[in-house]
């Protein structure tokens, strides 16, 4: 049945999506680790796992424009730069 299986996310996208939430919940109930990136770039990870890099890409940007740290920049421009091409 074509129509039943496209409609429900594969095991793997709902386990990554269990994931996600747990490091977002995470990271988000911790001040000291989170920063103003943390969604966009959570988002970014994800988009780019589901196979979506244009999407991934512009959440990798918006991490890039919110984030303060020498460290955080340059993780996020590797990942942007292997979403990208």
């Given at each position: ?20 939430a ?17 969604l ?15 999407e ?30």
């Amino acid at each position: 049945m074509i129509g039943s299986h496209t409609a429900r996310p594969s095991c793997r996208t709902r386990v990554v999506l269990a994931g996600v939430a747990a490091v977002v919940l995470s990271a988000c109930g911790s001040s000291r680790s989170a920063t103003p990136a943390t969604l966009p770039a959570t988002r970014a990870d994800l988009l780019r796992r589901l196979d979506r890099p244009a999407e991934a890409a512009a959440a990798y940007r918006k991490a890039l424009e919110l984030t303060a740290t020498d460290a955080e920049r340059r993780y996020l421009k590797r990942r942007l730069a292997e979403t990208s091409g």
